[in-house]
């Protein structure tokens, strides 16, 4: 099921969450200072893409908690909407609810991104 869930995921919408992402991570990496930050975005484009058979676990320390605050205020807040707006759509339908789902991990990954663990 991972397998076919995860191409009908790229296909209807992986994609474009995906490429929100990579283009988060691209503007984080203009600046030297930021480019420990496109590389999460970049890791985190990576799940994003192929969501399905992979968890996250939260954890981190003081310097993650601060990053944290960091992206909250300059990126985090929009890829959270975007995620949380596709996962609202999608648990409309009954067969859209497993998509929908992985939206809303996504969108709580994009308030956290930083001390998170993919499994």
Do not use: D
């Not at 397998?3 to 490429?19: D, P, Q, V």
């Not at 893409?49 to 992979?54: A, D, E, N």
């Not at 601060?66 to 959270?80: F, K, P, Q």
């Amino acid at each position: 099921m991972g397998c076919l869930g995860n191409l009908l995921w790229f296909i209807f919408g992986g994609a474009l969450g995906g490429l929100s992402w990579c283009l988060a991570g691209c503007l984080w990496c203009i600046t030297i200072v930021g480019i420990p930050v496109g590389v999460q975005c970049f890791k985190i484009a990576g799940l994003t893409f192929f969501p399905f058979g992979k968890e996250v676990e939260y954890g981190g320390g003081a310097g993650s908690f601060i990053l944290n605050i960091i992206w909250l205020i300059v990126s985090g807040l929009v890829l959270a909407l975007e995620h949380l707006v596709w996962g609202i759509i999608l648990c409309v339908t009954i067969v859209g609810i497993p998509f929908g789902l992985q939206h809303f991990k996504l969108a709580k990954l994009a308030l956290m991104p930083f001390g998170t663990e993919v499994r």
